[in-house]
């Protein structure tokens, strides 16, 4: 059973910054594709970030330079940085995880590709 659990989210002020933690357990493969997305109300959920195994990165255009994705493959445990937030990040952060081939099909950004998802972590950014 595979299980992903976020944590870190809270409130912040613009121009904080925040990082956010999955820990995962029951995923086997070796080859996956871990990401984060968030789902602001009213909005579609987008993809923030992912990661493969062996640490390659992929993210949204909009977000680079202020967000960073990393792993502690020891500690089963993906993160999310983020820095210089703004109102506009404000959201429900979600983690996920998928096949390896997601991450190199180039669709590491569309939600229905992934098979696992935690229960999310909210961010608040304050003006």
């Known amino acids: 059973q595979v299980q992903l659990v976020e944590s870190g989210g809270g409130s912040v002020q613009s121009g904080g910054s925040l990082r956010l933690s999955c820990a995962a357990s029951g995923y086997t493969s070796s080859s996956y594709c871990m990401g984060w997305f968030r789902q602001a109300p009213g909005k579609e959920r987008e993809g923030v970030a992912a990661?493969?195994?062996?640490?390659?990165?992929r993210y949204a255009d909009s977000l680079k330079g202020r967000f960073t994705i990393s792993q502690d493959n020891a500690k089963n445990t993906l993160y999310l940085q983020m820095n210089s937030l703004k109102p506009e990040d404000t959201a429900m952060y979600y983690c996920a995880a998928a096949g390896g081939s997601t991450y190199y099909s180039g669709s590491w950004g569309l939600p229905s590709q992934y098979q696992y998802w935690g229960q999310g972590t909210q961010v608040t950014v304050s003006s």
């Open positions: 990661i493969d195994r062996a640490g390659s990165r």
